[in-house]
């Protein structure tokens, strides 16, 4: 709130790039390894003091729900 859509846009130099080492790429095609079952494509990642790498994957059988997983918690698909 408090900002016009141009500033809510822009992007800012440097914060939003996948690491260079990032195990997943963005439209790779992910699974969970274990638990209740998601499987989709990667859409974006995230990094916190907890989890260093991340990833958002969007559901093939629901399109446009999204869940969040640290990198241990997938696999990929061939």
């Not at 130099?13 to 992910?30: C, N």
């Not at 916190?48 to 990833?55: A, H, I, Q, S, V």
């Amino acid at each position: 709130m408090g900002q016009s859509s141009d500033e809510a846009n822009a992007p800012v130099a440097g914060q939003f790039a996948l690491p260079l080492s990032a195990t997943f790429g963005l439209g790779d095609r992910v699974r969970k390894k274990s638990g209740a079952a998601w499987q989709g494509q990667v859409v974006g990642w995230y990094c916190t003091k907890l989890t260093p790498e991340g990833y958002a994957v969007e559901s093939e059988s629901h399109p446009g729900s999204v869940q969040i997983y640290p990198v241990a918690a997938l696999e990929r698909v061939a």
